[in-house]
T-cell receptor
Framework: DTAVSQTPKYLVTQMGNDKSIKCEQN?????MYWYKQDSKKFLKIMFS???????INETVPNRFSPKSPDKAHLNLHINSLELGDSAVYFC??????????FGQGTRLTVV | SQQGEEDPQALSIQEGENATMNCSYK?????LQWYRQNSGRGLVHLIL?????REKHSGRLRVTLDTSKKSSSLLITASRAADTASYFC???????????FGKGTKLSVKP
């Protein structure tokens, strides 16, 4: 069974559109994250949710909004997509320890 | 802000040789982890070393940590073509549990 699953794997969309990426974890973890990996493979934390509370919000534009309906899900909504949003977005989860489990990533291409 | 810096950025070796990757970080840590990322895939946890440990082994992996120099190394012995991937070090950035990643080392193992 996939521990952290995110959909879709690929997303191609036009500038200005609104899109969502879904994420689910079946590990019983209490914290979920969204990371962004740019074209140079640099990974940066975007959001973190612990027990449905946002506990990290780095310098991410407010066009990005995480939504967590329950502990097992953390979806990422992106409004008014821009060319610079093109990247690979990873969902991840962890529980108390630092070992983090990652999804397979969503490659977002904005054209 | 980025925590870890790996070197080299890229490493190409022959099957059977050992591969050593280094990582430096800037602030105090509780632990340091290494992750592997195969092309087009998510990150997979390899090994975690705590700040009070100096060396740790897992199969063909050996990790060292020198907190006085704020550095770590990952040694892969008897490398295989299947070890071809990018390797990232990551440190715990704070109490929220998110990881701070280095830029990664791209390892290529030629058969």
């Amino acid at each position: 069974d996939t521990a952290v699953s995110q959909t879709p794997k690929y997303l191609v969309t036009q500038m200005g559109n609104d899109k969502s990426i879904k994420c689910e974890q079946n590990l019983g973890h209490d914290t979920m994250y969204w990371y962004k990996q740019d074209s140079k493979k640099f990974l940066k934390i975007m959001f973190s949710y612990n027990n449905k509370e946002l506990i990290i919000n780095e310098t991410v534009p407010n066009r990005f909004s995480p939504k967590s309906p329950d502990k097992a899900h953390l979806n990422l909504h992106i409004n008014s997509l821009e060319l610079g949003d093109s990247a690979v977005y990873f969902c991840a989860s962890s529980y108390r320890t630092a070992i983090t489990f990652f999804g397979q990533g969503t490659r977002l291409t904005v054209v | 802000s980025q925590q870890g810096e790996e070197d080299p950025q890229a490493l190409s070796i022959q099957e059977g040789e050992n591969a050593t990757m280094n990582c430096s970080y800037k602030t105090s840590i509780n632990n340091l982890q290494w992750y592997r990322q195969n092309s087009g895939r998510g990150l997979v946890h390899l090994i975690l070393i705590r700040s009070n440990e100096r060396e740790k082994h897992s199969g063909r992996l050996r990790v060292t940590l020198d907190t006085s120099k704020k550095s770590s190394s990952l040694l892969i012995t008897a490398s295989r073509a299947a070890d071809t991937a990018s390797y990232f070090c990551a440190t715990d950035g704070g109490s929220q549990g998110n990881l701070i990643f280095g830029k990664g080392t791209k390892l290529s193992v030629k058969p």
